[in-house]
């Protein structure tokens, strides 16, 4: 490892080169994501200074504190930025209690600056953006990145071009649009969206897409997830953590992370499970695992977990390989069980989060149940944004009482079917 701080003419701090991932042959930092010679993914590769826990602690309250282990400059803490991360550890005892589970943790994402964990990575590759002269900020997205892109776009003064599909959810939509940048909706899915970005990233040598051309940059975003989430367990892993599956960028990178605290001697060497989680309405990944293959088919998504919903995800393989490396696995729930599991973490956390928590908290029950997840072992699970976002989702599951008269005795008549209210919502959400 390098024993001296990047030198100022280093663009992208401790990273020396970006390497495949299939067949490791590398090239030069720069605006790369596919191999020359085979078109696999490419991704950063690093010459890390020696490191302390002082070190990351002294640093700022958000992702910056990580910097030093992120394709970014020395001084991007002072640059204009969205300032994402360091965001709340949950102790879930009350929830942890219904399942029988020893200690479980919540991971909540939701209060980053646009209230999901997309915040990270868009920071990520707005800084390595900026570094290789890109003057546009652009995306293809499921809702979350949209949201993160433009903010992040705002926050430095330059041009955000989005990409959504139209059957997205109206709040995600209209906390996009709120931006003023270039928001185009696809007839279409996610899958098809990604296509038009692709295309546009050919055209348009000035745009960032930073879940295509600066993919590699990008993705390295969610590494923070597992630096907070040991920094914040007193500099140890967790035995068990439970991710959503999307593209699957954030679980294989969570597993990098966890990797490379190792490496650095930052947390004790200790064997930890990742599982992956998607709703069954777009399951690729989860087939996969379940039918013992390790390529991903592409499926059409009818989930009403959004967010999720990506048919043919890039990191699908490299998922497999991480659960399957760690003893974990991925597996799927139903809509039904994914606003089952929103209540539940609503009713005995008070956190109220998208439906991609759903689908997290759904598999882990579900896992549980299948004797696939040890009850025993401390367990971290993402909450991966706001429930806010996806309020479509409760609709009918959520009673909401009629409005009464100012009066006492309009109250007092009412609390017999308040009472019975809290107990249909009782026995369904929390199960107690």
């Excluded at 800084?127 to 993160?148: H, K, R, W, Y």
Aim: charged fraction near 20%.
């Amino acid at each position: 490892m390098s024993t001296s701080a990047p030198p100022e003419t280093t663009r992208f701090g401790y990273a020396t080169h970006l390497s495949c991932r299939e067949c490791g042959k590398t090239s030069d930092l720069g605006p790369h994501y596919a191999c020359e010679d085979c078109f696999g993914p490419l991704e950063v590769a690093y010459d890390y200074p020696p490191l302390t826990r002082a070190d990351i602690e002294s640093g700022p309250q958000n992702i910056w504190r990580y910097a030093s282990l992120l394709p970014v400059p020395a001084d991007i803490a002072q640059r204009p930025s969205t300032r994402p991360g360091y965001t709340q550890l949950i102790r879930a005892d009350e929830l942890a209690q219904v399942l029988g589970m020893r200690r479980l943790w919540v991971k909540d994402d939701s209060g980053n600056p646009t209230h999901s964990f997309k915040d990270r990575v868009a920071a990520v590759a707005l800084a390595a953006a900026t570094e290789m002269g890109f003057t546009v900020l652009a995306c293809p997205s499921t809702g979350n990145l949209a949201n993160a892109v433009a903010a992040a776009a705002a926050r430095v003064g330059i041009r955000s071009v989005v990409l959504v599909p139209a059957n997205l959810e109206p709040q995600k939509i209209i906390a996009t649009a709120v931006y003023g940048g270039t928001f185009v909706t696809v007839d279409g899915t996610y899958d098809d969206v990604n296509r038009l970005a692709s295309q546009l990233a050919s055209e348009h040598d000035d745009w960032a897409f930073v879940n295509v051309n600066v993919r590699p940059y990008y993705a390295e975003g969610s590494k923070t997830l597992a630096f907070e989430i040991a920094e914040q367990l007193g500099w140890r892993l967790p035995d068990q953590i439970v991710v959503p599956v999307a593209s699957g960028a954030q679980l294989v990178k969570i597993d990098k992370g966890f990797s490379e605290l190792v490496s650095l001697g930052l947390v004790e060497q200790s064997a930890w499970k990742i599982y992956g989680a998607q709703a069954t309405g777009c399951s690729p990944v989860s087939a996969a695992y379940a039918a013992g293959h390790d390529v991903v088919r592409p499926v059409m998504p009818a989930t009403i977990a959004k967010s999720l919903a990506i048919g043919n995800p890039a990191d699908g393989p490299y998922v497999l390989d991480a659960v399957r490396r760690t003893a974990g696995a991925v597996a799927d729930v139903s809509d039904d069980e994914i606003v089952d599991s929103i209540r539940l973490l609503a009713a005995t956390e008070g956190i109220f989060g998208e439906t991609s928590v759903g689908v997290t908290l759904g598999v882990l029950r579900k896992l549980l149940a299948a004797g696939q997840l040890d009850p025993a072992a401390e367990t971290v699970i993402i909450n991966s944004g706001d429930g806010l976002k996806t309020l479509d989702a409760l609709a009918g599951a959520v009673r909401v009482p009629a409005a009464i008269k100012p009066t006492l005795e309009a109250f007092t008549e009412a609390g017999a079917g308040w009472d019975e209210c809290v107990r249909a919502h009782t026995d369904a959400g929390a199960h107690r």
